[in-house]
């Protein structure tokens, strides 16, 4: 009684007894006296309360007679043990406590889970909640039961752990009331299921599993009175599993479908939804063939009055329910089938009934509406309409000897139609049900499975019938599998903490389990009394009455006849006898089972299939006993299965939103065992806590002498030993301490009596020093006064004598102010007159001065004209005489030289050489005479030319023989053309030796102009000699040659009409071959058009090509005298000591350049064979093309004499005028000739020309590894030698610059001299070509700085069949550790240069396979190792290195890169720039267009992007909650709340030391990953992305933690979390990413732990939470708000009126209202382009990454 009276004192507080409430709270105004217990209570005014509504108070007395421990009223927990999340961890556990638990969870922070040990309670809020989200899923996926707030999903979560760590089958077994919220928590944790252990992307189990819900609703639940969506069947579904835990398949069993609702509901009660749906949809083309009408006209579904549901659609959830069949992989026409069969049910409802006749009680369908529906009925059905009606109104009765047709009353044929439409819905439903399970059954083998059961609860209502006796003896089997469970595991934690434990007594229902299934039990004889041919209800309730009397569980009821009472362990029910045995019989007419089978419909035949093989075993198998025996199964495997268990609790029967009843509460928690678990854990120690815990909160109760750390059990054991002297009231485990019930109240109590005292005696110390203060304060300030009075008196004294002294002072300096002013005025006035006269005589003299200069100047130019004048008119005269004198000398010349020019000796003196030509001329012109003869017979011969016809058929097959052939050229060509490449690009990286090349040109070609010039001034003198010399012999020769000329003429007139149909033939030919050799034109695409060169005339000599050999002979010595140059400036750079070095270099130098000479000769014999060839196969065309077109002067043309003289017989042996015409032409053609050769000489000479300037390049390169070595062997004088050189190559490059423009210029006035004339347009070809190649030839950046391989061209050649191989060794078994130490992006730059060479070959089906090959080889080594982030970073780098290669080399001007690297001067720079700008432009894909590709690698680094993302988020995740969230960096900050909760398991994947994370554990990690991407060279643009897309994944992980775990939510938690933020934004800024935003990323959480920390008292704090807390919105806010718990008694919770104003606040804000952070949510990534100052053609390839077969080109 000593314990009960402390307990029991004035002010505790107790629960009292309510009718409206249940339970109301009271308080102790008196300690027991006499047997009496005074309370003062508060009278609740109204029962149900609502949310946001303030309950009223009035205070009554209660006075309670108390005689022994059990009288006494129940002690209310402290307010800071009020709002728990788990029931059992309540101090004072019992029936009132969990009550008001659940009250202020529900009502106060809108909370609809709680635990109860290992139960979930769910309590149905009647409004949907934002907590379902698929990010809701994320937050829970992989954390403990224990450490997030309830939830059904955490539930699924603990379920789903087990079973992949503990290798055992699980299941979630789901019971409460109708309307309670069973079916959508089944929904949910298969959702949840489906989610975290979704199957492979081409079965889509999961999906299945899910669309089975819908069907399942659509044909099972209905509306009842208490729920608008009630299941009004068990069902239990088993999720299988394979070995990786991913669905694969389910499997569902059914129980106790509510047949008899298909044929009648109460009021306000609907049938089942597919009813409805089917009627509201009728419009739909698949339904207009059933004849449906309004749902409110069939009589099956208007019975209950009320077909509608509020905020239902039955017409899309309609087509939801089709969505699911078809999903479900159920047919169309199987779907109409269905529909049909549902339809033909309503059909069947509104057959009406009436007696045949008045006498007769014989039953007839009524004609006018009954036969319609009966005609749809049959017709849907696919039957007999005939046999249906008979059998409807009509029994068969069978005897051993005959058959009898007994007709049925309007009464028994109703029944009859009803029995029908029961048995055909239950067939149909089961069909539905086995359908399901073949399209979820997998034919791989299950590992594992967890089951949900989706079961009714305790049913009682005022009449209670067969289904509910059902009901409530599975909800028996259930609760005592349940009661034995809770049992067991509360023995096994006892057992595992090793502490003394008595046994627990708990309820066992098995007495009551015995009554229903026992022998000679309820069922047992109403099975017996339903094979008894007559047996009736009232026979088979008077033998219960009999037999069961002596049951405790059973009894009579008083006032009833017909009824018997069983007490179950919820409460007694009393059961209606009435059709007991019609349901349990469920019989079926066999005529009716007859009619459906001979269904011309193949599923209503099935339905019925299997109906005569079972007919035996369903006549003795009742609907108790296969109900019973599937109780049995379903405990077998729920035994087999570790159970899982959710509670559904309905608060109030009008379904309003967040409103609870107490009293419906109450009858719910007894019926459904929470309240039994809770006796459970009562009756032992229900209270946990760990040492570790357990010393954090309570060591304040000990001195701090007493408070050892280093033994924290030690402590423990010595606090409760000295505050708890009752043994029993608590055991110390291994782990743990238990405590009885109330014992944390109690130390509750002696903790904040400790903490009230110390309270107390701080504040007694703070006032009196706070006394003391003000005293010593007001002392101080009396002192101070006095002392500044004193002060201000001597100042005031102070300030008299300082004024007096001040007067006197200013008086003497004013009074020397005023004459030192007078005296100023007149010196100013002085000066400015000396100053004036002074200037006036000064102009005086400068103006004399001025005058006699300009006089001077006069007379001297007046006297230098004078004498100009003078020697001009000298000079003038000189002049004249001496132009006199040499006109006459000129005179004298002229008539001397006419004179020997009339003379023949003279005449034929210059043309002796040429009279045997002029012989040869005149014999070949015979043979062409004798040709025109024989032409002539070929008039006889037309004939003859059929056949030459056909011969020139098989010439066009030969032709395409050689076409052939020229393929094989152009194969040829292709490779001469890339040799031609290479040897230009090599080109271009000269400019000294191409300045003096140009320079000879141009000499050489001023040369061939004059010579060109001489020799026509020479023709025409030749010309004209012949017209004087011959002109009397014109005369007599014209005569003969005119008609001689005539009659060739006629000749070839008659040869051209016969050949006329030969030519035909002949120009197609020669249009193929022209073709070709269009083709052929492509070898020297740099020189434009080789078709244009041939056809262009010019003159000239073979002496070019010697001249252009000779031009590249200048070059080489030119390049001997640069060596000379450099060699000279080595030795100037040199002192003493290093002269013997540098002149063994030079030697090696001009060694290397003899060598390159002899080459360059062996090379230019092998070009010159090659040359040939390629002519000898044009020679060939050109055959081809004048093979039917000869002339007369072919041979002449192409004769082996040379031009010169062919000129000079032409020349000679004219004789007319027609002949000096074609004396003309054969000089033109001769001309052409020359430029042919001119143009073949230049060619070999350009060929020449490349292979000495690559020749050069080596020995640049050589050079620079000569200047390279000097530097080493002389450091000291590097930088003057440096200084040399770059003013050596500045001076060479502007050079070079000035001859481009100068090739420029004159190119374009080469241009605009061949626009205006066609002569002399040839004779200034070799000019334009060589404009042409200077044009192209831009100065190399190579002279600025040498690369290591200049001669390559930035290309990698490869084989088709070496792609794979590129692909494995290049990219999927290729180590990032190998090329460490190589130039960044090496296996990008090398992909690149295989796409360069894949575009210079232009073959786009070799480009398309290696891009295509290096996608998909990139994803796929990205994906097999996934978890390797140095990998991911490596190829994230390469792939944007790959894009700016794309970009920059793509052909886009904008990306070639706009300066060039830092240089030694700015003339240096500018001339580098355009270096660097042609290597790059040369480097640039010629033929394909890209961009569609830059696009896929986008994707592709998008995808490398998001690879490293999910690694990231993956690595980080398992530390973010213990390293941020729960771990302490602020030691002492953090105060543990008593919330005891029990640890059900650990996370799946927990790290083993997750709980040894800390704030340096991520801040170490995170660093780890910076140093991967910057090792990797990744991008610092994308580096700052990621990490701000990290910190938001951080930042949305934390704060749905947050939001999800009340335990976080009080201040000094909220101070931790900020702390160790703050660590995270000295990370950021201590690595530059402070600009990344990767801190605005943390956003949401900062604010969320500033809100725990601010003032949230008064409403006035509303605007500057919102103002604050811009980035969480109102439903955050209102969450935070509602969760926020005190550590301690000396805070509040935030008030009601608070989190209400915030929701009302909230409601005027546009922001969405998701509670939960996306933590899927990426930002979007943009890659920044990154000029690349890299010369492909300077990479190598290593020899450790093995591409020996590629081949640099």
């Given at each position: 009684?000593?314990?009960?009276?402390?307990?029991?004192?004035?002010?505790?507080?107790?629960?009292?007894?309510?009718?409206?409430?249940?339970?109301?709270?009271?308080?102790?105004?008196?300690?027991?006296?006499?047997?009496?217990?005074?309370?003062?209570?508060?009278?609740?005014?109204?029962?149900?309360?609502?949310?946001?509504?303030?309950?009223?108070?009035?205070?009554?007395?209660?006075?309670?007679?108390?005689?022994?421990?059990?009288?006494?009223?129940?002690?209310?927990?402290?307010?800071?043990?009020?709002?728990?999340?788990?029931?059992?961890?309540?101090?004072?556990?019992?029936?009132?406590?969990?009550?008001?638990?659940?009250?202020?969870?529900?009502?106060?922070?809108?909370?609809?889970?709680?635990?109860?040990?290992?139960?979930?309670?769910?309590?149905?809020?009647?409004?949907?909640?934002?907590?379902?989200?698929?990010?809701?899923?994320?937050?829970?996926?992989?954390?403990?039961?224990?450490?997030?707030?309830?939830?059904?999903?955490?539930?699924?979560?603990?379920?789903?752990?087990?079973?992949?760590?503990?290798?055992?089958?699980?299941?979630?077994?789901?019971?409460?009331?109708?309307?309670?919220?069973?079916?959508?928590?089944?929904?949910?944790?298969?959702?949840?299921?489906?989610?975290?252990?979704?199957?492979?992307?081409?079965?889509?189990?999961?999906?299945?599993?899910?669309?089975?819900?819908?069907?399942?609703?659509?044909?099972?639940?209905?509306?009842?009175?208490?729920?608008?969506?009630?299941?009004?069947?068990?069902?239990?579904?088993?999720?299988?599993?394979?070995?990786?835990?991913?669905?694969?398949?389910?499997?569902?069993?059914?129980?106790?479908?509510?047949?008899?609702?298909?044929?009648?509901?109460?009021?306000?009660?609907?049938?089942?939804?597919?009813?409805?749906?089917?009627?509201?949809?009728?419009?739909?083309?698949?339904?207009?063939?059933?004849?449906?009408?309004?749902?409110?006209?069939?009589?099956?579904?208007?019975?209950?009055?009320?077909?509608?549901?509020?905020?239902?659609?039955?017409?899309?959830?309609?087509?939801?329910?089709?969505?699911?069949?078809?999903?479900?992989?159920?047919?169309?026409?199987?779907?109409?089938?269905?529909?049909?069969?549902?339809?033909?049910?309503?059909?069947?409802?509104?057959?009406?009934?009436?007696?045949?006749?008045?006498?007769?009680?014989?039953?007839?369908?009524?004609?006018?509406?009954?036969?319609?529906?009966?005609?749809?009925?049959?017709?849907?059905?696919?039957?007999?309409?005939?046999?249906?009606?008979?059998?409807?109104?009509?029994?068969?009765?069978?005897?051993?000897?005959?058959?009898?047709?007994?007709?049925?009353?309007?009464?028994?044929?109703?029944?009859?139609?009803?029995?029908?439409?029961?048995?055909?819905?239950?067939?149909?439903?089961?069909?539905?049900?086995?359908?399901?399970?073949?399209?979820?059954?997998?034919?791989?083998?299950?590992?594992?499975?967890?089951?949900?059961?989706?079961?009714?609860?305790?049913?009682?209502?005022?009449?209670?019938?067969?289904?509910?006796?059902?009901?409530?003896?599975?909800?028996?089997?259930?609760?005592?599998?349940?009661?034995?469970?809770?049992?067991?595991?509360?023995?096994?934690?006892?057992?595992?903490?090793?502490?003394?434990?008595?046994?627990?007594?708990?309820?066992?229902?098995?007495?009551?389990?015995?009554?229903?299934?026992?022998?000679?039990?309820?069922?047992?004889?109403?099975?017996?009394?339903?094979?008894?041919?007559?047996?009736?209800?009232?026979?088979?309730?008077?033998?219960?009455?009999?037999?069961?009397?002596?049951?405790?569980?059973?009894?009579?009821?008083?006032?009833?006849?017909?009824?018997?009472?069983?007490?179950?362990?919820?409460?007694?029910?009393?059961?209606?006898?009435?059709?007991?045995?019609?349901?349990?019989?469920?019989?079926?007419?066999?005529?009716?089972?007859?009619?459906?089978?001979?269904?011309?419909?193949?599923?209503?035949?099935?339905?019925?299939?299997?109906?005569?093989?079972?007919?035996?075993?369903?006549?003795?198998?009742?609907?108790?006993?296969?109900?019973?025996?599937?109780?049995?199964?379903?405990?077998?495997?729920?035994?087999?299965?570790?159970?899982?268990?959710?509670?559904?609790?309905?608060?109030?029967?009008?379904?309003?939103?967040?409103?609870?009843?107490?009293?419906?509460?109450?009858?719910?928690?007894?019926?459904?065992?929470?309240?039994?678990?809770?006796?459970?854990?009562?009756?032992?120690?229900?209270?946990?806590?760990?040492?570790?815990?357990?010393?954090?909160?309570?060591?304040?109760?000990?001195?701090?002498?007493?408070?050892?750390?280093?033994?924290?059990?030690?402590?423990?054991?010595?606090?409760?030993?000295?505050?708890?002297?009752?043994?029993?009231?608590?055991?110390?485990?291994?782990?743990?301490?238990?405590?009885?019930?109330?014992?944390?109240?109690?130390?509750?109590?002696?903790?904040?009596?400790?903490?009230?005292?110390?309270?107390?005696?701080?504040?007694?110390?703070?006032?009196?020093?706070?006394?003391?203060?003000?005293?010593?304060?007001?002392?101080?300030?009396?002192?101070?006064?006095?002392?500044?009075?004193?002060?201000?008196?001597?100042?005031?004294?102070?300030?008299?004598?300082?004024?007096?002294?001040?007067?006197?002072?200013?008086?003497?300096?004013?009074?020397?102010?005023?004459?030192?002013?007078?005296?100023?005025?007149?010196?100013?006035?002085?000066?400015?007159?000396?100053?004036?006269?002074?200037?006036?005589?000064?102009?005086?003299?400068?103006?004399?001065?001025?005058?006699?200069?300009?006089?001077?100047?006069?007379?001297?130019?007046?006297?230098?004209?004078?004498?100009?004048?003078?020697?001009?008119?000298?000079?003038?005269?000189?002049?004249?005489?001496?132009?006199?004198?040499?006109?006459?000398?000129?005179?004298?010349?002229?008539?001397?030289?006419?004179?020997?020019?009339?003379?023949?000796?003279?005449?034929?003196?210059?043309?002796?050489?040429?009279?045997?030509?002029?012989?040869?001329?005149?014999?070949?012109?015979?043979?062409?005479?004798?040709?025109?003869?024989?032409?002539?017979?070929?008039?006889?011969?037309?004939?003859?030319?059929?056949?030459?016809?056909?011969?020139?058929?098989?010439?066009?097959?030969?032709?395409?023989?050689?076409?052939?052939?020229?393929?094989?050229?152009?194969?040829?060509?292709?490779?001469?053309?890339?040799?031609?490449?290479?040897?230009?690009?090599?080109?271009?990286?000269?400019?000294?030796?191409?300045?003096?090349?140009?320079?000879?040109?141009?000499?050489?070609?001023?040369?061939?102009?004059?010579?060109?010039?001489?020799?026509?001034?020479?023709?025409?003198?030749?010309?004209?000699?012949?017209?004087?010399?011959?002109?009397?012999?014109?005369?007599?020769?014209?005569?003969?040659?005119?008609?001689?000329?005539?009659?060739?003429?006629?000749?070839?007139?008659?040869?051209?009409?016969?050949?006329?149909?030969?030519?035909?033939?002949?120009?197609?030919?020669?249009?193929?071959?022209?073709?070709?050799?269009?083709?052929?034109?492509?070898?020297?695409?740099?020189?434009?058009?080789?078709?244009?060169?041939?056809?262009?005339?010019?003159?000239?000599?073979?002496?070019?090509?010697?001249?252009?050999?000779?031009?590249?002979?200048?070059?080489?010595?030119?390049?001997?005298?640069?060596?000379?140059?450099?060699?000279?400036?080595?030795?100037?750079?040199?002192?003493?000591?290093?002269?013997?070095?540098?002149?063994?270099?030079?030697?090696?130098?001009?060694?290397?350049?003899?060598?390159?000479?002899?080459?360059?000769?062996?090379?230019?014999?092998?070009?010159?064979?090659?040359?040939?060839?390629?002519?000898?196969?044009?020679?060939?065309?050109?055959?081809?093309?004048?093979?039917?077109?000869?002339?007369?002067?072919?041979?002449?043309?192409?004769?082996?004499?040379?031009?010169?003289?062919?000129?000079?017989?032409?020349?000679?042996?004219?004789?007319?005028?027609?002949?000096?015409?074609?004396?003309?032409?054969?000089?033109?053609?001769?001309?052409?000739?020359?430029?042919?050769?001119?143009?073949?000489?230049?060619?070999?000479?350009?060929?020449?020309?490349?292979?000495?300037?690559?020749?050069?390049?080596?020995?640049?390169?050589?050079?620079?590894?000569?200047?390279?070595?000097?530097?080493?062997?002389?450091?000291?004088?590097?930088?003057?030698?440096?200084?040399?050189?770059?003013?050596?190559?500045?001076?060479?490059?502007?050079?070079?610059?000035?001859?481009?423009?100068?090739?420029e210029h004159l190119e374009k006035q080469i241009k605009e001299l061949r626009r205006q004339g066609g002569g002399g347009s040839s004779a200034q070809?070799?000019?334009?070509?060589?404009?042409?190649?200077?044009?192209?030839?831009?100065?190399?950046?190579?002279?600025?700085?040498?690369?290591?391989?200049?001669?390559?061209?930035?290309?990698?050649?490869?084989?088709?069949?070496?792609?794979?191989?590129?692909?494995?060794?290049?990219?999927?078994?290729?180590?990032?550790?190998?090329?460490?130490?190589?130039?960044?992006?090496?296996?990008?730059?090398?992909?690149?240069?295989?796409?360069?060479?894949?575009?210079?070959?232009?073959?786009?089906?070799?480009?398309?396979?290696?891009?295509?090959?290096?996608?998909?080889?990139?994803?796929?080594?990205?994906?097999?190792?996934?978890?390797?982030?140095?990998?991911?970073?490596?190829?994230?780098?390469?792939?944007?290195?790959?894009?700016?290669?794309?970009?920059?080399?793509?052909?886009?001007?904008?990306?070639?890169?706009?300066?060039?690297?830092?240089?030694?001067?700015?003339?240096?720079?500018?001339?580098?720039?355009?270096?660097?700008?042609?290597?790059?432009?040369?480097?640039?894909?010629?033929?394909?267009?890209?961009?569609?590709?830059?696009?896929?690698?986008?994707?592709?680094?998008?995808?490398?992007?998001?690879?490293?993302?999910?690694?990231?988020?993956?690595?980080?995740?398992?530390?973010?909650?213990?390293?941020?969230?729960?771990?302490?960096?602020?030691?002492?900050?953090?105060?543990?709340?008593?919330?005891?909760?029990?640890?059900?398991?650990?996370?799946?994947?927990?790290?083993?030391?997750?709980?040894?994370?800390?704030?340096?554990?991520?801040?170490?990690?995170?660093?780890?990953?910076?140093?991967?991407?910057?090792?990797?060279?990744?991008?610092?643009?994308?580096?700052?992305?990621?990490?701000?897309?990290?910190?938001?994944?951080?930042?949305?992980?934390?704060?749905?933690?947050?939001?999800?775990?009340?335990?976080?939510?009080?201040?000094?938690?909220?101070?931790?979390?900020?702390?160790?933020?703050?660590?995270?934004?000295?990370?950021?800024?201590?690595?530059?990413?402070?600009?990344?935003?990767?801190?605005?990323?943390?956003?949401?959480?900062?604010?969320?732990?500033?809100?725990?920390?601010?003032?949230?008292?008064?409403?006035?704090?509303?605007?500057?939470?919102?103002?604050?807390?811009?980035?969480?919105?109102?439903?955050?806010?209102?969450?935070?708000?509602?969760?926020?718990?005190?550590?301690?008694?000396?805070?509040?919770?935030?008030?009601?009126?608070?989190?209400?104003?915030?929701?009302?606040?909230?409601?005027?804000?546009?922001?969405?209202?998701?509670?939960?952070?996306?933590?899927?949510?990426?930002?979007?990534?943009?890659?920044?382009?990154?000029?690349?100052?890299?010369?492909?053609?300077?990479?190598?390839?290593?020899a450790k990454l093995k591409l020996n077969f590629l081949k640099k080109i």
């Amino acid at each position: 009684m000593a314990a009960l009276s402390e307990l029991y004192a004035k002010g505790s507080r107790v629960w009292v007894r309510d009718e409206n409430d249940v339970w109301a709270p009271a308080s102790v105004l008196t300690e027991p006296n006499d047997s009496r217990l005074r309370l003062e209570r508060e009278d609740a005014q109204v029962s149900v309360l609502v949310r946001w509504k303030r309950r009223k108070r009035s205070f009554q007395i209660v006075e309670l007679r108390v005689n022994n421990a059990s009288d006494y009223p129940p002690l209310r927990n402290p307010d800071i043990l009020v709002g728990l999340n788990d029931l059992t961890t309540l101090s004072y556990l019992h029936e009132p406590a969990v009550l008001h638990n659940l009250k202020v969870r529900f009502l106060d922070s809108n909370t609809i889970y709680t635990y109860c040990g290992i139960v979930l309670v769910a309590i149905n809020p009647y409004e949907q909640l934002p907590i379902y989200g698929n990010d809701v899923i994320d937050a829970y996926r992989g954390q403990s039961m224990s450490q997030m707030d309830p939830h059904v999903f955490a539930v699924a979560e603990e379920a789903y752990n087990k079973m992949s760590r503990e290798k055992k089958n699980q299941s979630i077994i789901v019971s409460g009331e109708s309307g309670a919220g069973k079916t959508v928590s089944a929904k949910y944790a298969m959702r949840y299921f489906a989610t975290v252990g979704g199957a492979s992307a081409e079965t889509q189990i999961e999906r299945k599993v899910l669309a089975s819900n819908p069907i399942m609703e659509a044909f099972g639940n209905a509306k009842t009175i208490r729920n608008d969506n009630s299941s009004r069947f068990g069902k239990y579904i088993e999720i299988d599993f394979d070995h990786r835990h991913c669905i694969i398949g389910a499997h569902m069993r059914t129980y106790l479908l509510e047949k008899s609702r298909v044929v009648f509901q109460a009021s306000n009660e609907r049938n089942y939804h597919i009813f409805y749906q089917i009627c509201a949809a009728r419009e739909q083309p698949q339904l207009q063939e059933l004849n449906l009408v309004s749902a409110d006209e069939f009589f099956y579904t208007n019975l209950g009055g009320d077909i509608h549901v509020e905020n239902v659609n039955d017409g899309l959830d309609f087509g939801a329910t089709c969505n699911a069949f078809s999903l479900l992989n159920i047919l169309e026409n199987e779907q109409r089938e269905i529909f049909k069969v549902v339809a033909a049910l309503l059909h069947l409802g509104n057959v009406k009934f009436c007696k045949k006749s008045r006498r007769a009680e014989d039953a007839a369908i009524q004609k006018d509406v009954g036969h319609s529906h009966l005609a749809s009925c049959a017709s849907l059905l696919g039957i007999d309409i005939q046999m249906l009606q008979k059998w409807l109104c009509n029994r068969k009765i069978v005897t051993k000897k005959e058959v009898f047709t007994k007709p049925l009353s309007v009464e028994q044929a109703c029944g009859a139609r009803d029995g029908l439409a029961k048995h055909l819905y239950a067939q149909l439903f089961a069909w539905i049900v086995k359908q399901i399970n073949k399209c979820l059954t997998s034919p791989a083998k299950r590992k594992s499975f967890i089951g949900v059961l989706d079961i009714y609860g305790f049913e009682t209502f005022d009449v209670n019938s067969f289904e509910q006796f059902c009901i409530n003896y599975a909800n028996e089997k259930l609760q005592q599998q349940f009661t034995q469970h809770v049992f067991k595991l509360e023995q096994e934690e006892y057992v595992k903490e090793q502490i003394e434990w008595s046994f627990i007594d708990f309820y066992d229902n098995q007495p009551c389990i015995d009554l229903i299934e026992s022998r000679l039990g309820i069922l047992d004889l109403l099975d017996e009394e339903c094979k008894m041919p007559n047996g009736t209800d009232k026979e088979w309730l008077e033998k219960m009455y009999q037999n069961l009397k002596e049951r405790h569980h059973f009894a009579k009821p008083r006032l009833s006849n017909t009824a018997f009472i069983v007490k179950h362990f919820a409460g007694e029910v009393e059961y209606e006898s009435e059709s007991f045995l019609a349901k349990n019989k469920d019989a079926i007419v066999e005529e009716h089972v007859a009619i459906l089978k001979a269904s011309k419909y193949e599923l209503v035949g099935e339905l019925f299939g299997e109906e005569k093989r079972s007919a035996t075993k369903k006549r003795s198998a009742t609907v108790g006993s296969q109900f019973s025996n599937s109780l049995v199964d379903l405990m077998k495997a729920l035994n087999a299965t570790v159970p899982h268990y959710i509670r559904c609790i309905k608060p109030n029967d009008d379904k309003e939103a967040f409103s609870f009843d107490p009293k419906r509460a109450i009858q719910q928690l007894r019926a459904c065992g929470v309240l039994e678990t809770v006796r459970i854990s009562a009756a032992g120690f229900p209270s946990r806590w760990s040492y570790a815990e357990f010393f954090d909160r309570y060591r304040v109760l000990v001195h701090s002498s007493k408070a050892k750390r280093n033994s924290v059990r030690e402590t423990c054991e010595f606090i409760l030993n000295h505050f708890i002297k009752d043994p029993d009231k608590f055991q110390f485990g291994k782990t743990k301490i238990f405590f009885r019930a109330g014992q944390v109240a109690y130390l509750e109590k002696l903790r904040a009596d400790k903490l009230r005292a110390c309270g107390i005696r701080i504040q007694k110390h703070i006032r009196g020093w706070l006394q003391r203060t003000k005293y010593r304060r007001m002392k101080r300030a009396a002192i101070r006064i006095q002392a500044h009075v004193r002060a201000l008196i001597a100042r005031r004294l102070t300030q008299f004598l300082r004024e007096t002294k001040a007067s006197i002072c200013i008086q003497r300096h004013f009074r020397g102010f005023l004459q030192r002013v007078s005296y100023g005025k007149a010196r100013r006035a002085i000066v400015t007159m000396q100053r004036f006269t002074r200037g006036m005589f000064g102009r005086r003299i400068y103006m004399e001065l001025l005058r006699e200069a300009k006089a001077i100047v006069i007379q001297k130019n007046y006297r230098m004209f004078i004498e100009r004048r003078r020697y001009l008119t000298k000079r003038k005269a000189a002049i004249y005489l001496e132009c006199c004198v040499r006109r006459m000398r000129a005179r004298r010349e002229l008539r001397t030289l006419k004179i020997e020019a009339r003379s023949v000796d003279h005449y034929k003196k210059l043309n002796s050489g040429l009279e045997n030509k002029i012989i040869t001329l005149q014999i070949k012109l015979n043979e062409k005479v004798g040709e025109i003869e024989k032409m002539k017979g070929m008039k006889s011969e037309i004939g003859g030319y059929v056949e030459e016809v056909e011969t020139l058929k098989k010439k066009a097959e030969d032709d395409k023989e050689k076409l052939s052939k020229l393929k094989e050229m152009e194969r040829e060509l292709i490779e001469l053309r890339r040799e031609r490449d290479e040897l230009k690009t090599k080109l271009e990286s000269i400019e000294i030796e191409t300045k003096l090349t140009m320079q000879q040109k141009e000499e050489e070609m001023n040369r061939l102009k004059a010579e060109a010039d001489e020799l026509r001034s020479k023709v025409s003198q030749a010309e004209e000699r012949v017209r004087i010399g011959s002109a009397s012999e014109e005369a007599n020769l014209s005569s003969a040659v005119e008609k001689e000329r005539s009659n060739l003429m006629a000749e070839f007139e008659l040869e051209r009409v016969h050949h006329q149909h030969t030519l035909k033939e002949q120009s197609r030919l020669q249009q193929r071959i022209e073709n070709l050799q269009e083709d052929l034109n492509l070898v020297n695409r740099e020189r434009r058009n080789l078709e244009a060169w041939k056809l262009e005339h010019g003159s000239g000599g073979r002496g070019s090509a010697m001249s252009v050999r000779s031009a590249v002979d200048g070059e080489s010595a030119a390049l001997s005298s640069r060596a000379q140059s450099l060699e000279n400036m080595l030795d100037s750079g040199e002192g003493q000591g290093d002269s013997d070095d540098s002149q063994l270099l030079v030697m090696k130098l001009n060694e290397r350049i003899r060598e390159l000479e002899e080459a360059r000769n062996d090379d230019e014999e092998e070009l010159k064979k090659k040359l040939d060839n390629v002519m000898k196969e044009n020679e060939k065309l050109e055959k081809l093309l004048a093979e039917g077109s000869s002339t007369i002067l072919a041979n002449d043309v192409f004769s082996t004499s040379t031009p010169i003289d062919r000129i000079s017989v032409r020349s000679v042996d004219v004789d007319d005028e027609r002949d000096a015409v074609q004396q003309i032409t054969a000089l033109k053609d001769a001309n052409y000739v020359l430029q042919k050769e001119l143009e073949e000489g230049q060619k070999k000479t350009d060929n020449l020309l490349k292979e000495f300037e690559e020749k050069v390049l080596k020995l640049e390169e050589e050079l620079a590894k000569a200047q390279n070595q000097v530097k080493k062997n002389h450091p000291s004088r590097q930088q003057s030698l440096d200084q040399k050189l770059s003013q050596e190559v500045t001076r060479l490059t502007v050079e070079n610059f000035d001859l481009m423009e100068k090739n420029e210029h004159l190119e374009k006035q080469i241009k605009e001299l061949r626009r205006q004339g066609g002569g002399g347009s040839s004779a200034q070809t070799p000019e334009i070509d060589g404009g042409r190649r200077t044009k192209t030839a831009a100065p190399p950046a190579a002279l600025a700085l040498p690369p290591s391989e200049p001669q390559f061209m930035g290309m990698f050649e490869y084989e088709r069949q070496d792609e794979t191989k590129l692909f494995r060794r290049l990219i999927v078994d290729l180590d990032p550790a190998v090329v460490k130490d190589c130039l960044p992006g090496l296996p990008a730059h090398i992909l690149f240069m295989c796409l360069r060479y894949c575009d210079h070959m232009n073959d786009a089906l070799r480009m398309e396979h290696l891009l295509t090959g290096i996608i998909t080889s990139v994803r796929k080594v990205v994906s097999r190792r996934s978890k390797d982030d140095f990998l991911i970073a490596f190829w994230l780098s390469n792939i944007c290195r790959f894009l700016h290669d794309m970009k920059q080399y793509g052909g886009d001007n904008l990306s070639l890169p706009s300066s060039p690297s830092t240089s030694s001067s700015p003339s240096l720079t500018s001339a580098t720039t355009g270096g660097e700008k042609t290597v790059y432009a040369s480097q640039c894909l010629k033929q394909f267009d890209i961009t569609e590709y830059r696009m896929v690698f986008n994707d592709l680094a998008v995808h490398v992007y998001q690879a490293l993302i999910k690694l990231i988020q993956d690595r980080l995740q398992p530390m973010i909650v213990c390293g941020l969230l729960e771990h302490e960096s602020i030691p002492g900050v953090s105060h543990s709340k008593p919330f005891g909760l029990r640890p059900i398991s650990t996370a799946k994947g927990a790290h083993p030391g997750s709980s040894a994370y800390t704030v340096d554990s991520v801040v170490k990690e995170l660093t780890r990953i910076y140093s991967v991407l910057t090792n990797e060279y990744v991008d610092p643009g994308i580096v700052r992305q990621l990490f701000r897309q990290v910190f938001y994944m951080i930042g949305a992980y934390m704060l749905n933690n947050l939001l999800l775990r009340k335990d976080m939510c009080h201040w000094s938690r909220g101070m931790q979390i900020r702390y160790n933020l703050s660590q995270l934004e000295e990370w950021c800024r201590r690595n530059h990413l402070g600009e990344s935003g990767a801190i605005e990323a943390l956003g949401p959480i900062i604010q969320a732990c500033q809100l725990l920390q601010v003032c949230k008292k008064i409403q006035s704090d509303i605007a500057t939470i919102f103002d604050m807390c811009y980035a969480l919105n109102p439903l955050q806010i209102q969450k935070i708000l509602t969760m926020y718990t005190p550590t301690n008694e000396f805070e509040e919770r935030v008030p009601v009126s608070v989190i209400r104003a915030v929701v009302a606040h909230g409601a005027d804000r546009a922001d969405p209202s998701r509670l939960m952070m996306d933590i899927n949510y990426q930002y979007s990534i943009t890659f920044p382009f990154t000029q690349l100052d890299v010369n492909l053609a300077t990479i190598l390839l290593p020899a450790k990454l093995k591409l020996n077969f590629l081949k640099k080109i």
